[in-house]
C-alpha cells in the first residue's frame, strides 16, 4: 500500500507511474496485465488482469487508481506517505481505496502463485472520483481481452459489508442567456436569474412530489426513500438594475436504482426547453446550453446475485446495505455483471484531511482475500 499511495495520483494529474508500477510488479511474478490507455487523455490509463484457468466466471476485483485532491487540507503527516500511529494507517487514498487495491494485487498474485481452479481478476481504472468517467470504457475494454467475469467486487470501504445497492445520478450545467436591458423596462429583456430561478424552484415542488410518493420496495431502502433533483451553484447578474444578461448554475439528479435515469434526464431536459421557449417569445437570442456533466447508473440489489452470495459467504455478513454515493458497480452491472460494494474502511474518512484506513479493517480486508483465494484454489 505505501507504494501505491507514494504516487500522486490526483484525479486531474496523471496516473501511469502507478499504472507502469502494478504492471511491471505483476510481470515480476509472471502475470500479464493489459492496459487501456484513454485516447482523449494520454496521460491515463486503465490496467486489468486475469489469473488462473483461460475461462468465463471470474471473480473480479474492481478498484480506482484515483484520488481526491488534498489542496487546503491540514494534514498532519505527508499524505503521500502511509504513516501508521494508534493503530490506523494515514495517508490520502488509503482508505478511498489505495488499501483495498493494494489486497487486491495482493490475491491476484497470490492466486497465481498457489494456483486456481475459478479465475480472478484484477480491474483499476482511473477518474472516479470525477464522476465515475474512467470505468466504461475500460470494462468495454476488458470484453473482448480477458474472458468474461462473473461476479464483481468493487472494493469501496464499506467496512467489510456487502453492499448491494445504491443511488444513481447524473449532472448539468447550465448556461442561462438573456437579454439585457434597463430594469425599468424589464419586460423588453429577459432576465438569466429569474429564467433560471424557474428551473431550479421547478426542482423544489419535484422534490416535495416525489418525497410524498410512495416508496418503491427498493426505494424504501435508501434515505431519502425518493429521487431528488439539486443545485450546489449559481452565479450570474451585472448589476443591480441590469436585467441579467448571464445566469450559470449546475443542477442534477440523485435516483434511486429503480427509476430510470433516462426517463429523469428528459424530465429536466423538457423543463429547460419549455423555460426557454418563453424566453425566446421576449427575445429570439436568448437561449439556454446545457453540458452533461455525468452520468452514473444505480446500483440494484439483484435477486440471487453470485457476488452478493459470494461476498457473504467470505464476510460471515447477512445484513441489508445500500449506501447513498455512487460506484462503479452501477456501471459493471449495467455492463451486464453481477456487482457488489464490498470493501475495508470506512467511507467517513473518505477524502478528509488526515485520512485514514485501521489497521484492524485492512487485516480484514487481508483476510477476506486470503479466503478469496482459498476459496478459488479449492
Ligand atoms: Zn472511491
Redesign the pocket.
Known amino acids: 500500500m505505501t507504494k501505491l499511495i507514494s504516487f500522486p495520483t490526483i484525479s486531474r494529474d496523471t496516473n501511469l507511474p502507478l499504472v507502469d508500477w502494478v504492471e511491471e510488479y505483476l510481470a515480476s511474478h509472471g502475470i500479464e496485465a493489459h492496459r487501456w490507455p484513454d485516447p482523449d487523455q494520454p496521460h491515463k490509463a486503465a490496467l486489468f488482469a486475469h489469473v488462473g484457468p483461460w475461462e468465463e466466471g471470474a471473480v473480479v476485483m474492481s478498484g ?1 487508481t484515483d484520488v481526491v485532491p488534498v489542496d487546503g487540507q491540514p494534514w498532519d503527516t505527508d499524505p503521500f506517505d502511509v504513516v501508521e500511529k494508534d493503530g490506523k494507517y494515514f495517508g490520502r487514498g488509503t482508505c ?2 489505495k488499501g483495498f487495491d493494494a489486497l487486491a494485487i495482493w490475491a491476484l498474485v497470490e492466486a497465481h502463485k498457489r494456483g486456481v481452479t475459478q479465475p480472478l481478476q484484477l480491474a483499476l481504472s482511473f477518474d ?2 470525477v464522476g465515475c468517467t474512467g470505468a466504461p470504457p475500460m470494462i468495454e475494454a476488458m470484453q473482448p481481452v480477458l474472458p468474461k467475469g462473473s461476479a464483481v467486487i468493487v472494493g ?1 470501504p464499506s467496512m467489510m459489508k456487502t453492499v448491494t445497492g445504491h443511488k444513481g445520478g447524473q449532472g448539468f450545467m447550465v448556461d442561462v442567456w438573456g437579454f439585457e436591458v434597463h430594469s425599468s423596462i424589464m419586460h423588453t429583456g429577459v432576465n438569466a436569474i429569474m429564467e433560471a430561478a424557474k428551473v431550479i424552484d421547478w426542482a423544489n415542488h419535484v422534490n416535495a412530489e416525489e418525497q410524498a410518493r410512495t416508496p418503491s420496495p427498493i426505494a424504501a431502502m435508501f434515505d431519502p426513500p425518493w429521487t431528488s433533483l439539486h443545485t450546489g451553484l449559481i452565479e450570474g447578474g451585472t448589476a443591480q438594475n441590469i436585467t441579467a444578461k448571464h445566469c450559470t448554475f449546475d443542477i442534477g439528479f440523485r435516483a434511486v436504482p429503480d427509476a430510470e435515469p433516462k426517463a429523469w434526464r428528459d424530465r429536466i431536459m423538457d423543463r429547460i426547453k419549455s423555460v426557454e421557449a418563453d424566453m425566446q417569445s421576449v427575445h429570439p437570442e436568448a437561449r439556454i446550453d446545457v453540458s452533461e456533466r455525468f452520468f452514473v447508473p444505480g446500483l440494484r440489489p439483484e435477486e440471487d446475485g453470485v457476488s452478493e452470495s459470494l461476498t457473504r459467504a467470505l464476510t460471515g455478513d447477512n445484513g441489508t446495505h445500500v449506501v447513498s454515493y455512487g460506484t462503479e458497480a452501477g456501471q459493471f452491472q449495467a455492463a451486464g455483471y453481477s456487482a457488489v460494494v464490498c470493501g475495508p474502511g470506512d467511507i467517513a474518512q ?1 477524502h478528509q484531511p488526515n485520512e485514514f484506513i485501521t489497521v484492524a479493517q485492512f487485516e480484514a480486508g487481508h483476510a477476506f482475500m486470503n479466503k478469496l483465494v482459498d476459496r478459488l484454489a479449492a
Open positions: 480506482h478511498d481505496m472516479e472520483e469501496e473518505a
